[in-house]
């Protein structure tokens, strides 16, 4: 059987566009939010150098990824952004990042020019957001980081983390940001890691509120047809089942890394991950310093255990009738099998 080929030629990997490395550059943030997955703070020092970084790049757009998403902590507090992105487009890559939008102001347009696109990351409307972020500045610093980067033509999103307290408030956000020229919002449902667990007593969603979830953006998509996309982190365990592209191309037996992880994550001590910030330890690929020297061919070697985790997800996935966030489902099923999987070469793509 032959695998369908991305347009340039390479087979398709997993169900993201593109082929993507979120990298944490560092955990430090001017915020410090109550859910936040990644542990960022004003006080928080795990950072990574430029020395460490610039192999790595490389390594990493040799072995197929494309874009670069920066995350953190605030990427836009990182010391060296822009010697950094120059880097990395340089090598060619396509250069977004994701922020709380204190520092999208006139006084950081040099910073902007980093980016080719860049997403506001919010928690509600006025109130929920704040109340999350832990700052009673948050919501409208958010909003005048869509409206600057409307101003300068910078093409931007908004990324909507999804909780029980936020669900109800989908509507107004997106009108919202539509009134800002928003081109996309992304819900997203809430990641329950870092802090989020000790801050909320029960805020993840349901089954039921996944669902809910799934049917707001339907119809929101629908409303805003035109005007700005929005894209829901959901799809159906049936819809997963039968993307073919996606799982040939995540259980192929080409040698590239971002054939079969895709997303990577580079976390801000150092730490190469499968797909989430918080994947489970047993699946973890390496350390960035090993994407130097020929080491790529054990971060590709650390990789086959994934080939056995998709295989037995996709197995568990015939037998659901649910909306699923698919990595979070990753990391879910990963935890439970405890990193003991095998997966044979010989068996077929699906
Ligand atoms: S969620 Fe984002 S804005 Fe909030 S502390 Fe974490 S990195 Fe900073």
Redesign the pocket.
């Known amino acids: 059987m032959t695998c369908p080929t991305a347009p340039e030629g390479r087979v398709r990997s997993g169900f993201l566009p593109d082929r993507t490395v979120h990298l944490h550059p560092l955990r430090r ?5 109550r ?4 542990l ?2 004003p006080r928080a020092r795990d950072i990574l150098s430029m020395e460490v970084l610039t192999p790595a790049l490389r390594s990493l757009y040799d072995e197929g990824y494309e874009v670069l998403s920066l ?4 990427p836009m507090l990182y010391p060296e952004l822009e010697a950094l992105t120059r880097y990395a487009r340089e090598l060619g890559f396509r250069i977004v990042g994701i922020t ?1 939008g204190f520092r999208v102001t006139p006084r950081f347009d040099h910073l902007l020019d980093c980016f080719d696109g860049l997403a506001v ?1 919010f928690d509600g409307m006025g109130a929920t957001h704040d109340h999350v ?1 832990g700052s009673p500045r948050a919501f409208d610093m958010a909003k005048a980081a869509l409206r600057r980067l409307a101003e300068i033509g910078k093409p931007a999103a908004a990324a909507f983390t999804v909780s029980r307290d936020s669900l109800p408030e989908i509507p107004e956000f997106v009108e919202m940001a539509a009134a800002h020229d928003v081109r996309a919002v992304q819900l997203r449902p809430l990641v329950m890691a870092g802090r989020a667990p000790v801050a909320y007593a029960d805020p993840a969603l349901s089954v039921a509120d996944m669902g809910r979830l799934w049917l707001i953006g339907r119809a929101l998509a629908a409303a805003y047809e035109g005007r700005l996309s929005v894209h829901v982190d959901l799809a159906h365990a049936r819809a997963i089942v039968a993307d073919d592209a996606a799982w040939r191309g995540m259980l192929s037996e080409s040698a590239r890394l971002s054939d079969i992880v895709n997303p990577i994550v580079v976390t801000p001590d150092g730490v190469l991950k499968p797909f989430t910030f918080d994947f489970p330890a047993a699946f973890d690929l390496g350390r960035i310093e090993d994407l130097t020297d020929g080491g790529e061919a054990g971060i590709r070697v650390a990789a086959r255990p994934l080939k056995g985790l998709l295989a037995a997800q996709l197995a568990d996935l015939r037998r659901r009738e649910e909306f699923i966030d698919w990595f979070a489902h990753c990391r879910d099923f990963a935890a439970a099998l405890g990193g003991v999987v095998r997966y044979s070469p010989a068996a077929p793509c699906r």
Do not use: I, M, V
């Open positions: 943030c001017n915020l410090a939010c859910h936040c997955y990644s960022s703070s995350s953190g902590g605030e709380n990351s972020r």
